[in-house]
């Protein structure tokens, strides 16, 4: 699997340029458009590119759903950084059931000891799943 990393768009987009021939790659940085098609253009054998979860799920769907039509998949790859989870699929169900009934966040907050913040990361990430299916 090549490998490329860097800080910045420009340095993976030129480093892209200088070609490859596996069919696996792994990118550092969001797969824009810009970056999806210099790897398109560039390798020939592409047919699978790896990115960070975190960034797969900044990708936008128009770039996903490019990939798909060409026949290349974008997968995440790695554990992601971060504290691991300890939230489970029950504890947002019950988040969803107090927000139904109109329990304020403050009040789920307290009761099932969760921080607010957390409960709003929840949620968000809850629809985003949603979105994608």
């Known amino acids: 699997m090549k ?15 200088e070609g490859f021939i596996e069919e696996e790659v792994y990118v550092a940085l969001r797969p824009s458009i810009d970056i999806v098609v210099e790897l398109l253009e560039n390798g020939p054998n592409l047919s699978c ?9 900044l990708t936008s769907t128009r770039v996903k759903r490019a990939l798909e039509k060409v026949g290349v998949l974008l997968n995440p790859l790695g554990g992601g ?3 691991p989870r300890v939230y489970s699929e029950q504890d947002v169900k019950e988040i ?15 009761e099932l000891e969760i921080p607010r913040r957390t409960i709003y990361y929840l949620l968000k990430e809850d629809e985003n799943r949603e979105k994608e299916e």
Do not use: D, H
Request: glycine share 4%.
């Open 3 to 17: 490998k490329f990393r860097a800080s910045n768009k420009e340095e993976i987009i030129r480093q892209i340029r």
């Open 49 to 57: 590119i790896y990115c960070p979860p975190s960034l797969y799920n």
């Open 81 to 83: 950084a971060g504290r």
């Open 96 to 110: 969803r059931k107090m927000q139904k009934i109109g329990v304020s966040i403050t009040r789920v907050s307290k």
